[in-house]
C-alpha cells in the first residue's frame, strides 16, 4: 500500500522554510532566462549589436544551461545538494553584477554564460533537493512549486523590463536578479543537506537527525530503514550504471519527456511572445508587450491549479489533459494563421494563452517532477544530468530554428507541425510514465526495478 494512504503528516514551519528557500532557485531560473527579451531592444543600440550579435547574446545563457546542466550532477553527488545550491547561487549573484557594468560585447556574452551555468546547475540540484527533502505526501505539490516560482520569475522579469523600459535602464533589469540570489545565498546557510544524500555518505546519525528536525509525530521513523536500504548497497552509481540495460529504460523514460517538454515549442512563446503577436498583426509595440504579460501571467495562475492537484489527481491526469490541451491550441493557432482572416489578432491571443496554460497545467510542472522522482538513488543525479542536458540542449536547438521554421513554413507550418509533436507526446505520456503520486522515493524505486 502506498504512503498516501497510510499517513497524514502536518507541515513543520521548519521545513516550509526549507521549500521557500529552495524555491528561490526556480525563481532566478526564469528571471535570467526572459530578463533579456526586454535588455535586448537598448543593448543592440548601445553596443551596435549585429543581428547575429544579437542571437550570440540571446542564446549564450542557453549554452552556460547546458554547460550547468553538465557538471550540476557531479556536484550534487560530490559536495551535496545544498552545497551545489550555494554555489549556483554565487554563481547568479556575480553573472547578474557582471552584466548590469558591462562595457562590451565580450563580457555581455561571458555574464550571459555565467548565469546560464547557474540556471544549469540549479535545474539539475533544485527538484533534486525538494523532492529529497518532502515527505512523500506533498512531494508533487512542493516540486512543482519550483515551476510555479519559475513561471513568477518569467513574469517579474516582463514586469520589470517594461518598468524599465521608459528609462531604458537595461542595467538594472540585470542587477535586480542579484536580489533574490543574495537573499537566498544568506538563507541556504539555514538549511538542511538532504537525508538521503547524507545516508548515501554513510551518516545516518545526522540523516536521522535531519528527517526528526523536518517533519512531526514519528511516522517517518518507518521510513528510516527503506531509506538506508536504498541508500548503502550501492553508493553512487557509475555511468556505466546509469547506461546499463537494467536502467536504460527508466532512463530513456525521463529523458524523452524532458525533450517533449522543449519540442512542443513553449519557448518559441517564452521568448518569442512579442515577436508572434507581431507576426499576427499587432502593430503597435506596446500591445505586445502588454499581450506578453497577460501570456506571464496566465502561465503563473494555470501552474498554480497544477500545484494544486499534482497531489490529489496524479501525475500522469495532468500531463494528458495538458498535452491535449495545447495540441488542440495549435490546431487553432495554425488555423488561425492559415485563414489569415481580420480576427487572427484574437484567435492567436486566445490560442497562445490557452497553449501557455494547458502547458503550465502539464508538462512545464509534471516533467520536473517526474524527473526528481523516477530515477534511484544511486543514479538520480547522473540521470537528471543526462535528462536537463537533454532538456537544454533542445530548448536551444527549438529557440535557434524557431525563426528559419516560420520564414521557411510560415506561421500555420510551424504551429501545426508543434501540434503533431504534442500529440505524439500525448501517446509517450500514456503508454510509458507510471503513476508515482503518493508513494516514498524508495516505493518508487522497487516499482521501477520490479
Ligand atoms: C521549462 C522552461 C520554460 C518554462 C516556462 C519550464 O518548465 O523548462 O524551458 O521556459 O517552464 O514556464
Given at each position: 500500500m502506498g504512503y498516501q494512504r497510510t499517513v497524514k503528516e502536518k507541515?513543520?514551519?521548519?521545513?516550509?522554510?526549507?521549500?521557500i528557500v529552495a524555491t528561490i532557485s526556480g525563481f532566478l531560473f526564469g528571471y535570467q532566462t526572459a530578463v533579456i527579451s526586454g535588455a535586448l531592444i537598448f543593448l543592440a543600440p548601445a553596443f551596435h549589436l549585429s543581428i547575429p550579435e544579437q542571437g550570440v547574446v540571446v542564446s549564450m545563457i542557453?549554452?552556460?544551461?547546458?554547460?550547468?546542466?553538465?557538471?550540476?550532477?557531479?556536484?550534487?553527488?560530490?559536495?551535496?545538494?545544498?552545497?551545489?545550491?550555494?554555489?549556483?547561487s554565487m554563481i547568479f549573484i556575480i553573472g547578474s553584477f557582471l552584466l548590469s557594468i558591462c562595457q562590451s560585447y565580450e563580457c555581455l556574452i561571458i555574464g550571459r554564460l555565467i548565469s546560464g551555468i547557474g540556471v544549469g546547475i540549479v535545474s539539475v540540484a533544485?527538484?533534486?533537493?525538494?523532492?529529497?527533502?518532502?515527505?512523500?505526501r506533498h512531494r508533487g505539490m512542493f516540486v512543482s512549486l519550483y515551476q510555479l516560482a519559475v513561471t513568477l520569475g518569467i513574469l517579474i522579469s516582463f514586469v520589470v523590463n517594461y518598468q524599465c523600459a521608459?528609462?531604458?535602464?537595461?542595467?538594472l533589469m540585470f542587477l535586480l536578479g542579484a536580489v533574490p540570489a543574495a537573499l537566498q545565498f544568506i538563507c541556504l546557510f539555514f538549511l538542511p543537506e538532504t537525508p538521503s544524500w547524507l545516508f548515501k555518505q554513510g551518516e545516518e546519525k545526522e540523516g536521522t537527525s535531519i528527517l526528526q528536525k523536518l517533519r512531526y509525530g514519528k511516522n517517518w521513523m518507518n521510513q528510516i530503514e527503506a531509506m538506508k536500504s536504498a541508500a548503502s548497497p550501492h553508493r553512487i552509481g557509475s555511468w556505466k550504471v546509469v547506461f546499463s540495460s537494467k536502467l536504460r529504460f527508466v532512463l530513456l523514460i525521463g529523458v524523452v519527456l524532458s525533450i517533449f517538454q522543449q519540442i512542443t515549442g513553449i519557448n518559441t512563446v517564452i521568448y518569442y511572445a512579442p515577436k508572434i503577436f507581431e507576426i499576427a498583426g499587432f502593430t503597435s509595440a506596446t500591445g505586445a508587450i502588454a499581450a506578453t504579460m497577460v501570456v506571464g501571467t496566465v502561465n503563473v495562475l494555470a501552474t498554480i491549479i497544477s500545484v494544486w492537484l499534482l497531489d490529489r489527481i496524479g501525475r500522469r491526469k495532468l500531463l494528458l489533459v495538458g498535452a491535449a490541451?495545447?495540441?488542440v491550441s495549435l490546431i487553432v493557432l495554425g488555423g488561425a494563421f492559415f485563414i489569415g482572416s481580420g480576427w487572427i489578432n484574437e484567435a492567436a491571443l486566445v490560442s497562445l494563452m490557452a497553449y501557455v496554460g494547458f502547458f503550465a497545467i502539464g508538462?512545464?510542472?509534471?516533467?520536473?517532477?517526474?524527473?526528481?522522482?523516477?530515477?534511484?538513488?544511486?543514479?538520480?543525479?547522473?540521470?537528471?544530468t543526462v535528462a536537463v542536458f537533454a532538456n537544454w540542449g533542445f530548448n536551444y536547438l527549438v529557440s535557434l530554428s524557431f525563426l528559419d521554421l516560420i520564414q521557411g513554413m510560415g506561421g500555420a507550418g510551424t504551429f501545426l507541425l508543434y501540434a503533431a509533436i504534442t500529440i505524439l507526446s500525448f501517446w509517450f505520456v500514456y503508454r510509458f510514465i507510471p503513476e508515482t503520486r503518493g508513494k516514498t522515493l524508495e516505493e518508487i524505486e522497487s516499482m521501477i526495478l520490479r
Open positions: 507541515l513543520t514551519p521548519y521545513l516550509l522554510f526549507v521549500i542557453l549554452i552556460g544551461c547546458i554547460l550547468g546542466a553538465l557538471v550540476g550532477g557531479h556536484m550534487t553527488d560530490r559536495w551535496g545538494r545544498k552545497k551545489t545550491l550555494i554555489i549556483a533544485a527538484p533534486l533537493y525538494i523532492s529529497e527533502i518532502s515527505p512523500p521608459e528609462s531604458a535602464n537595461w542595467r490541451g495545447m495540441a508538462l512545464g510542472p509534471v516533467t520536473w517532477v517526474i524527473l526528481s522522482e523516477i530515477y534511484p538513488l544511486k543514479i538520480r543525479s547522473k540521470a537528471m
